[in-house]
């Protein structure tokens, strides 16, 4: 594998407040990678600089050779970095497709003349399959994006940042709590499809506080405190890292299996 994105002492403050102080790591190719740490220690406001909400005060950002420093938000996703949220974010006047199919051909351009219904129907339904969607079946699918329970929007938030991207099998995923406010059925299988993602060629950024979701599927993990990484490695090493378990695990922490790896 080769490395894709290289971060390198990225720093970011809020009115003279520290949020990130000199984060650096590398993401390989194909990579699934967790960026854990309490409430307050940066994770947001890293993703966010990644993605281009927020423009870091200082360091680098390298996405396949491309310095990302300067590139607005609006251009990150044509370079093949997308992102989903904490709290599921979908357009919940569409329908599920719909939702789906605007994304896909914003990609190509809107115009007032286009009937969204006949836009890119396959390539709508692929990524509704990938993420599980398909099994609600075709009614559900052709309705309002606001019926759907709590677990199948995020669903539909993963589809949706995997459409936007020009090629997912080289792209960037950046997953803020994947499965947050999920119950423990969904998130195995939200996780599950996170892996299949990679194992297609994506890569993988993402945020959890549910350690189920971090030490059974992650390849590496990134430990943020106070807007510093504390360490960084295999997931077994950084369960049993004294620092990460005294300061943010608990000493009585012990990971589950590792899961979905093929």
């Known amino acids: 594998m080769s490395v894709v994105l290289t971060v390198q002492h990225l720093?970011?403050?809020?009115?003279?407040?520290?949020?990130?102080?000199?984060?650096?790591f590398e993401l390989q190719q194909a990579e699934c990678v967790a960026l854990i740490g309490p409430n307050g220690a940066g994770k947001s406001t890293c993703f966010a600089c990644l993605a281009g909400q927020q423009i870091a005060s200082a360091g680098q950002?390298?996405?396949?050779?491309q310095n990302l420093m300067q590139v607005p938000v609006t251009d990150r996703r044509a370079l093949g970095i997308g992102r989903?949220?904490?709290v599921a974010q979908v357009f919940e006047a569409l329908t599920v497709m719909q939702n789906l199919q605007l994304v896909l051909k914003a990609k190509k351009g809107v115009s007032a003349?286009?009937?969204?219904?006949?836009?890119?129907?396959?390539?709508?339904?692929?990524?509704?399959?990938?993420?599980?969607?398909e099994a609600l079946g075709m009614e559900v699918l052709h309705s309002s994006a606001a019926q759907l329970s709590y677990?199948?929007?995020?669903r539909l938030e993963l589809a949706m940042a995997m459409a936007g991207l020009p090629d997912p099998g080289?792209?960037?995923?950046?997953?803020?709590?994947?499965?947050?406010g999920l119950s423990p059925e969904e998130r195995l299988d939200m996780m599950?499809?996170?892996?299949?993602?990679?194992?297609q060629g994506t890569t993988v950024l993402y945020t959890e506080h549910n350690m189920d979701a971090v030490f059974g599927v992650a390849d590496r993990v990134l430990v943020l405190m106070e807007g510093q990484l504390l360490a960084q490695g295999l997931p077994e090493d950084m369960a049993a890292h004294p620092e990460v378990r005294a300061r943010y695990l608990g000493t009585h922490f012990a990971p589950k299996e590792r899961r979905g790896h093929a």
């Open 11 to 24: 720093q970011h403050q809020y009115a003279g407040v520290q949020a990130l102080r000199g984060v650096s």
């Open 61 to 65: 950002i390298v996405w396949r050779d």
């Open 84 to 86: 989903t949220f904490q």
């Open 113 to 133: 003349l286009d009937v969204l219904d006949d836009c890119d129907h396959d390539a709508a339904l692929a990524c509704a399959n990938a993420t599980g969607l």
């Open 151 to 154: 677990g199948n929007k995020k």
């Open 170 to 180: 080289r792209g960037l995923l950046l997953l803020d709590e994947p499965a947050a």
């Open 192 to 199: 599950a499809r996170i892996r299949m993602l990679t194992q």
